[in-house]
């Protein structure tokens, strides 16, 4: 079976065309993946602007799908294609409505089922797939409980997952999410947009001079697996406004900044993920999202994860939004019968809860 999955809930508007391969374990193929990224448009506002997102995706749209459909030489009357998979929440709801009002579109034209996919989801199942040769496969059963932690631009969360299908929020920010935290931080330092990967460039070369900054490890001591992030955002403003213009303009100053920043996102994401496999026993732990593309994030899991918890964690290119999660969490929702018939019924749900999807 194959697979379109439309991505449009943020910046990226992303296709992807994905075949299922039937066994036991149902494995995937990614035949293509192609996005568009806004990142040169948000960049000169350091953020992302519903509206101005929603006029890029209608317009990359059309040719994005042109892309995906050169790369396979389909008849755009009647291409090879059995389901169209696409985001209909959480996100930006002018962007979701760009993606469902093309995917309605597309299905009325080539009398597809349109299968409605819950953006979260999909970053978990993405990340817990294994690769194997050209497939992502699922895994065994034995990775059950599992303790995901979604942490992107929009959103930080904690998700508990009991065996296939079955999800629980069980922490999630309170305010800014973690990818928030490192775009907004970001932008105090005049570093550019999306944050993260600036942040974890700089905070990688090393320094020979100090500043001694310390920042604080906002609600990681606290009893339950939220988080906060927009004290983090404070402590920086404030750091950076009483540094002399010299210092805080300095390379020096801009990558001990980086690297706190990071590590303090990073000791909070971690410690309470910890946490969440201790008191539920977990057996992995699954990373989705973009900053799940993080290496130090990766690596700190490594380190303190004990023997006999697997880390799950999906390849960095699909770490970020990709219309192959897309496609894959589509596939789950369609051999159960879970789509609407009539693809016109279908609608944003721009504040859609993971645990209300199953
Ligand atoms: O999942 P994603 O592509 O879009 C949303 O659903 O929001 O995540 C984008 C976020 C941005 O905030 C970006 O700064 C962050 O992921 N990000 C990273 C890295 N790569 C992307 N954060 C930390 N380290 C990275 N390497
Ligand atoms: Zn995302």
Redesign the pocket.
Known sequence: MRILGIET????TAIALVETKDNQRTSFRILSNAIASQISIHQQYGGVFPMLAKREHQKNLPLVLEQVFKEHNFDPARPAIDAIALTYGP?LSPCLWAGITFAQELAKKWNLPVIPVD?IEA?LLIGLMRQSNDFLQFPPDTIFPSVALI?????SQIVLMKERGKYEIIGETRDD????A??KT?RILGLP?????S??KQALIPTNRTFAITLPRPMMRSKDFDFSFSGLKTAVLYDYQARTPEERESQEYIREMSSEI?QAIVDVLVSKTLKAVEQFQAKSVILG???A???A?RERFREKLSEGVQLLAPL?QL???NGAMIAIAGYFRYIKGEYPQDASTIEAKPNLRISQVC
Do not use: K, M, R, W
């Open positions: 809930s943020c910046d990226d996100g953006h970053h942490v992107s631009g929009g959103h999410a973690a990818g928030e490192f775009d970001a947009y999306p944050g993260g990967p942040i974890a990071q999202g973009g900053v593309a993080n290496t994030l960095p770490s970020t939004d």
